[in-house]
Nanobody, 124 residues
Framework: QVQLVESGGGLVQAGGSLRLSCAAS????????VGWFRQTPGKEREFVAG????????YYTNSVKGRFTISRDNGKKTVYLQMNSLKAEDTAVYYC?????????????????WGQGTQVTVSS
């Protein structure tokens, strides 16, 4: 079992930055792939970024490439999402998710564990 808790969301002006954290609890976290997703009302949950358990590979949706960076510290059981140059369209509830897998899925249905979400609001 893995429990995930996101933090770091908030209100920021366009062009600003936020760093989201996803803290995991449980026996082990290092063999889990982790993804960040976001969701706005009336829309499906969207894959934003993902990282392999070893952090050797990362993945991003096109709209955030060059602006967002995902990283992890397995010793601290924490995954981060550094978000720079934020835009109004980045406004959403952001969720982290984990699955025990060597691959990083981009579909929410492929993840076993989810956090409660953290709101990110970017004002234009």
């Amino acid at each position: 079992q893995v429990q995930l808790v996101e933090s770091g969301g908030g209100l920021v002006q366009a062009g600003g930055s936020l760093r989201l954290s996803c803290a995991a609890s449980g026996r082990t976290f290092s063999n889990y792939a982790v993804g960040w997703f976001r969701q706005t009302p009336g829309k499906e949950r969207e894959f934003v970024a993902g990282i392999e358990w070893s952090a050797s590979r990362t993945y991003y949706t096109n709209s955030v490439k060059g602006r967002f960076t995902i990283s992890r510290d397995n010793g601290k059981k924490t995954v981060y999402l550094q978000m720079n140059s934020l835009k109004a369209e980045d406004t959403a509830v952001y969720y982290c998710a984990a699955v025990q897998s060597p691959l990083v899925p981009n579909h929410p249905g492929d993840y076993a564990y989810w956090g409660q979400g953290t709101q990110v609001t970017v004002s234009s």
